[in-house]
C-alpha cells in the first residue's frame, strides 16, 4: 500500500457545481498535512494547509479526519480556473520530506 | 523577493554529456529538495538538504550528485547523462524545523531531454 494515495480520475465537473475529492494516508505518526495545485507543466503551488480544525479559504475547505486517516478538498461553486491536478503530501513528525500523493485531476467543463 | 529560481528552464543533452542545474531561493529557508516528476509517476525526490553543506539521498539518487555550499543555493548534478533521465526537475525549498513549518516552496522547473 502507498503511503499517500489519491484517485487519480479525471473528475469531470460542470462549472458551477461543488467538488470534493480524498487523500489516504497510511502512517498514523502524520502531522502536517498539505493541498497543492498543479497545473500543467508548471511547478505545484502551495493551495493550503490541512489543520486539525480545518481550513476554509474562499471556495477551498480542507479538512482532516485522523480517525480514518484522511484530508479531503471541498471546491464550491467550481470556475473553469480550477482545473488543474491537485496533489495532496503529508509530513511525518521531525521527518524532513514530505510525502506526495500522485494526484487527482480535475477538469471543470462549461 | 523572487521566491525560488532555476537555471536553465529547457536542456537538450546527448548521452554520457554531464550538466548542472541550479537553483536558487532567497527566503532564507533551510530546507532544500530535487525533486523530478514523470508523467504517471508523480514527484519523486532526488536529494534534499537541511541545511548549508549537509546533503542527504532521496528516494531515486543514483546517477546524481548535490551540492549546498551556500545556503540560498542547491546545485544537481548530471554527471553523465542517460535517456532515463529525460524529466522535469523541480527544486523546492522549506523553513524547516526552524518555524516548524514544513510546506515547500516549488521553482518553475527544468525539462531536461536526453537523447
Known amino acids: 500500500r502507498k503511503e499517500v494515495e489519491q484517485d487519480p ?3 469531470n ?5 461543488t467538488v470534493a475529492f480524498n487523500c489516504t ?16 507543466r508548471k ?3 502551495l493551495l493550503m494547509s490541512v489543520y486539525s480544525s480545518g481550513n476554509e479559504d474562499g471556495r477551498f475547505t480542507a479538512q482532516l479526519n485522523r480517525a480514518s486517516q484522511y484530508i479531503s478538498l471541498l471546491i464550491r461553486d467550481s470556475k473553469l480556473s480550477d482545473s488543474a491536478t491537485y496533489l495532496c503530501a503529508v509530513n511525518i513528525y521531525s521527518n524532513y520530506q514530505l510525502i506526495w500523493g500522485a494526484g487527482t485531476k480535475l477538469i471543470i467543463k462549461p | 523577493n ?6 536553465p528552464k529547457f536542456r537538450v543533452l546527448k548521452t554520457g554529456q554531464s550538466m548542472t542545474l541550479l537553483c ?3 527566503m532564507n529557508h533551510e530546507y532544500m529538495y530535487w525533486y523530478r516528476q514523470d508523467p504517471g509517476m508523480g514527484l519523486r525526490l532526488i536529494h534534499y538538504s537541511v541545511g548549508e553543506g549537509t546533503t542527504a539521498k532521496g528516494e531515486v539518487p ?13 546545485l544537481l548534478g548530471l554527471e553523465s547523462a542517460a535517456p532515463s533521465q529525460t524529466s522535469v526537475y523541480f527544486c523546492a525549498s522549506s523553513p524547516g524545523l526552524a518555524g516548524e513549518h514544513y510546506e515547500q516552496y516549488f521553482g518553475p ?7
Open chain 1, 43 to 45: 511547478e505545484p503551488k
Open chain 2, 62 to 74: 543514483d546517477g546524481y550528485n548535490v551540492s549546498r555550499l551556500k545556503k540560498q543555493n542547491f
Open chain 1, 13 to 17: 465537473v460542470p462549472e458551477g457545481a
Open chain 1, 9 to 11: 480520475g479525471p473528475f
Open chain 2, 24 to 26: 536558487a531561493q532567497d
Open chain 1, 25 to 40: 494516508y497510511s502512517n498514523s505518526a502524520s502531522q502536517s498535512f498539505f493541498w497543492y495545485r498543479q497545473d500543467c
Open chain 2, 2 to 7: 523572487a521566491g525560488v529560481t532555476q537555471t
Open chain 2, 109 to 115: 522547473g527544468t525539462r531536461l531531454t536526453v537523447t
